[in-house]
């Protein structure tokens, strides 16, 4: 299923959601809402003419997840999901990908969320559909004076591009060198170093540290 650590999709933007009917289906298909939010795709549910489930994809199409009709509004009355990609300028995109109905391909899945997600999951990164994740990394320190009072620093981050952190990585290790600081110990290569320092008993830990996610 969708990585729980993965920062989510940012909420729809329109003026149904104070609306109790639009509430109830959000919380009623949570389970589902917050796994493609994770993917991560803007997620929102359609409360008007017809209850489904929509997510916005990369190049203006989007998911729509419905059942044999509508969204019933109780899960447990659900008779499957199915998943169409649609876009509403261009009627050549319209395909069932996931069908869990009785009738569809993957009926033994029925009202299992987990293949649901994977499938829809599979779909857009095979697509390049969904937004990108990138991971953020800063270059830290932590250390202790001679006066044993800890020392933590953000030097430099958050940064988007792995290469550039070791860069700055590499610059700070080499001004700490000059400084007159000892390096005792070095662990982790050029992938993910982490050095310790030594200058008239103070100590010092400069390390490459992952501080979250961002999606582009």
């Known amino acids: 299923m969708s990585n729980e650590l993965a920062p989510l999709a940012p909420m729809p933007v329109h ?17 589902v809402i917050t796994a493609l939010r994770r993917i991560p795709l803007v997620t929102n549910v359609e409360s008007g003419n017809m209850f489904a489930i929509t997510a916005e994809l990369t190049d203006g199409s989007y998911l729509w997840i419905s059942s044999v009709e509508d969204l019933p509004m109780d899960p447990a009355a659900l008779e499957g999901f199915q998943v169409k990609r649609l876009h509403d300028d261009n009627p050549n995109i319209d395909e069932v990908f996931y069908d869990s109905t009785d009738s569809g391909e993957q009926s033994e899945h029925g009202n299992n969320v987990v293949p ?3 499938a829809i999951t599979a779909f857009v990164t095979e697509r390049s559909l969904a937004p990108r994740v990138i991971d ?7 250390g202790v004076t001679a006066q044993r009072q800890p020392v933590s620093k953000l030097l430099h981050g958050p940064l ?11 610059n700070v290790v080499r001004a700490m060198a000059e400084k007159g600081w000892t390096c005792v110990h070095a662990q ?26 961002v999606i582009v």
Do not use: F, H, K
């Open 188 to 213: 982790g290569g050029t992938d993910w170093p982490l050095t310790v320092w030594e200058l008239n008993d103070e100590v010092g830990i400069v390390y490459l540290a992952s501080t979250g996610q």
């Open 15 to 31: 003026n149904n959601t104070e609306d109790s009917l639009w509430l109830a289906l959000w919380s009623a298909y949570e389970p």
């Open 160 to 170: 988007a591009d792995n290469d550039a952190a070791i860069r700055e990585y590499g």
């Open 136 to 142: 953020l990394v800063s270059v830290r320190l932590r």
């Open 116 to 118: 649901l997600v994977q």
